[in-house]
């Protein structure tokens, strides 16, 4: 980290230094693929009736 001009500059591994695990992409799959589900299960009642 340096200061230039009154401003600070970071590195760019400086300013990635977090974990990358890759959760959130299964996280939003597994949202996706359930709300796929629902609307078809809901097409399915609603069709019915």
Known sequence: MR???GHVTVTTKE??????SGHV???LIA???L???GMIVL???W???
Request: hydrophobic fraction near 45%; glycine fraction near 12%.
């Open 3 to 5: 200061k230039e001009d």
């Open 15 to 20: 300013a990635r230094s977090g974990e990358t």
């Open 25 to 27: 992409r299964i996280v």
């Open 31 to 33: 949202g996706l693929a």
């Open 35 to 37: 709300a796929i589900i």
């Open 43 to 45: 097409l399915a009642i």
């Open 47 to 49: 069709s019915q009736g």
